[in-house]
């Protein structure tokens, strides 16, 4: 072989090692972006969770175990207060509670979160009948172990639950309900947002390195391990609400929530506020968000609260 081919060979031995390289650059990075082929964004396998029925009245603080929650779904009750659901996919605290019952707004929400283990006292019987009929591990004072009453508090805000005396969930979501990643370009910048309920007012004040401080009627929400709830995103999203529910021993009807379709949301994070649209098109769907302009618009990591708000 003469010295020039075996110039050629080599210089065409290089360029075939100079491709291949940069097809396992092209392939990684391919990796690192999420099936929606947005950068920055990861959709996330779907895992099992656990869903937990907590009280919010002022009898019901502070709560235990709360701290813990991936997700709280912040929902409207009768009589204008609310109710939390909170969602646990990790680290379980010992304790969760005051538990108080179901509603139907339950089913529709919990169906993106796969056959999860739901934590409820007890519902109305129209509500019973649909949650047995529902993709849910149930678990109520009436059906599983764990379940405990504080003999320091008042009924019905005493009952609590051992989180390892549940039953395991059946079934993950195929993907995750949330969208987790960097946040995009814009947003205005905001240190404080209000949103009030017909008889309840949050409040978020935004610090630097914890996240959003909840206040509730003017009192920072604490856990009883001493944990301020600082969610490093928090959404507030507007949905159609009915009053169509079971009364309760006032007369006041349940609100339904709906929270498939779509609509407009309020997303705060990163010391931010962006206006954004929610979409989910099923039950099954998980519910995805974006700004005004089509961008999408993931959580941060960490705690996420979500508020169910009336549409105006």
């Known amino acids: 072989m003469s010295a020039r081919t075996r110039g050629a060979v080599i210089v065409l031995a290089i360029l075939a090692a100079l491709a291949l390289v940069a097809a396992m650059i092209w392939y990684v990075m391919q990796l690192s972006e999420s099936d929606s082929g947005e950068k920055g964004i990861e959709t996330l396998p779907g895992h099992e969770v656990i869903a937990v029925k907590i009280d919010n009245v002022a009898a019901a603080r502070p709560q235990t175990g709360l701290g813990k929650a991936e997700t709280v779904y912040v929902e409207p009750v009768e009589g204008g207060l609310t109710r939390l659901l909170a969602i646990y996919g990790g680290e379980l605290p010992e ?23 739901f934590v409820y006292s007890g519902a109305a019987a129209p509500v019973l009948t649909d949650l047995a009929a529902a993709p849910l591990v149930r678990a109520s004072p009436s059906r599983t172990a764990g379940f405990y009453r504080d ?23 195929a993907v995750a309900p949330l969208q987790r990643g960097t946040a995009p370009a814009g947003g205005t910048v905001t240190a404080h ?14 610090l ?5 401080r909840v206040s509730l009627d003017g009192s920072p929400v604490m856990t009883t391990e001493g944990d301020t709830i600082t969610p490093r995103t928090v959404v507030v999203q507007q949905v159609e609400v009915t009053s169509t ?20 949301a309020t997303v705060l994070r990163n010391g931010g506020r962006f206006d954004a649209r929610w979409f989910r098109p099923s039950p099954e769907a998980p519910t995805r968000f974006r700004t005004v302009d089509g961008t999408p618009l993931p959580m941060d990591l960490g705690q996420v609260w979500i508020l169910l708000v009336p549409d105006e």
């Open 95 to 117: 304790a969760i509670g005051p538990i108080r019952s179901a509603r139907a707004s339950d089913i529709e929400l919990l169906a993106q979160y796969g056959r999860p283990t």
């Open 245 to 264: 529910g079971p009364p309760d021993a006032l007369g006041n009807r349940a609100p339904t929530v709906s929270t498939v379709g779509g609509g407009t």
């Open 193 to 206: 947002h209000t949103t009030s309920y017909d008889a309840a007012t949050f409040d978020f004040d935004w």
């Open 208 to 212: 630097a390195r914890q996240g959003w």
């Open 151 to 173: 003999t320091e508090r008042e009924t019905p805000h005493d009952l609590f639950v051992d989180p390892a005396a549940l039953p395991e969930p059946e079934a993950p979501p």
